[in-house]
């Protein structure tokens, strides 16, 4: 069965500083990938995905992925963190083309920033 | 716009009293899902439809029912509501896009239900 693991339940960075956030992923095939945000009382927003082709993807809000298949890795990353990037992120799959559209998430990241 | 309405954000209800949380897309879809996020475990499906009059199980859809209808609606029904049923919900949407002969799918999200069982 597929899984996802968000190994960080909490990261506090300082505004500024560089952000990775950790994903992995179990799963038969070569799956469809996702981030989302949440940020306090809001919904799920997506921040970027890969399907195929180049590994690094380029999302919303100057955040990128790197899908590493030898790792089974889509960990997140933005250079430079602002306030407002404090949320909750999840990473979720998704079954590659055919296979139906049911999402499979990870328990999620919740990102404190310090000012 | 594009969007996924969920009514109401807000529900606050007695064990056993039925009731219906709405979903509808204004984007064709034909893909609908219920989710619900609980601390901990993130969002777990409920139930999906593949299109009109086609539902299935998720990974927990115990005490839930679903119908479609109609394309744009998928109303969530909790037919006796339990304290374990107290959660966040999320309704979905998606459709897949074909590009380069590469099928796409995104999942559009609700604004989501915030459900307290007594």
């Known amino acids: 069965a597929q899984s996802v693991t968000q190994p960080d339940i909490h990261i506090t960075v300082s505004e500024g500083a560089s952000l990775e956030l950790r994903c992995n992923y179990s799963?038969?095939?070569?799956?469809?990938l996702f981030w989302y945000v949440q940020s306090p009382g809001q919904g799920l927003q997506l921040l970027l995905k890969?399907?195929?082709?180049?590994?690094l993807v380029q999302g919303i809000k100057g955040f990128e992925a790197e899908f590493k298949r030898s790792q089974s890795s889509f960990n997140l990353r933005k250079p430079s963190v602002h306030w407002s990037d404090a949320a909750e992120y999840f990473c979720?799959?998704?079954?590659?083309?055919?296979?139906?559209?049911?999402?499979?998430f990870g328990t999620g990241t919740q990102l404190k920033v310090e000012l | 716009e594009a969007q996924v309405t969920q009514n109401p954000r807000y529900l606050i209800t007695v064990t056993g009293k039925k009731l219906t949380v709405t979903c509808s897309q204004n984007?064709?879809?034909?893909?609908m899902s219920w989710y619900r996020q609980d601390p901990g475990l993130g969002l777990r499906q409920i139930y999906y439809?593949?299109?009109?009059?086609?539902?299935d199980k998720g990974d927990v859809p115990e005490g839930y029912k679903v119908s479609r209808k109609e394309k744009r609606n998928f109303p969530l029904i909790l037919e006796s509501p339990s304290p374990n049923q107290t959660s966040l919900y999320f309704c979905?949407?998606?459709?897949?896009?074909?590009?380069?002969?590469?099928?796409?799918?995104?999942?559009?999200f609700g604004a989501g239900t915030r459900l307290s069982v007594l």
């Open positions: 979905a949407s998606s459709s897949t896009v074909f590009e380069s002969g590469l099928g796409k799918n995104i999942q559009y």
């Open positions: 799963y038969g095939a070569t799956p469809y």
């Open positions: 890969y399907f195929s082709g180049d590994t």
């Open positions: 979720a799959v998704g079954p590659p083309a055919g296979g139906g559209n049911k999402l499979t």
């Open positions: 984007m064709n879809h034909e893909y």
């Open positions: 439809s593949m299109n009109v009059e086609v539902t």
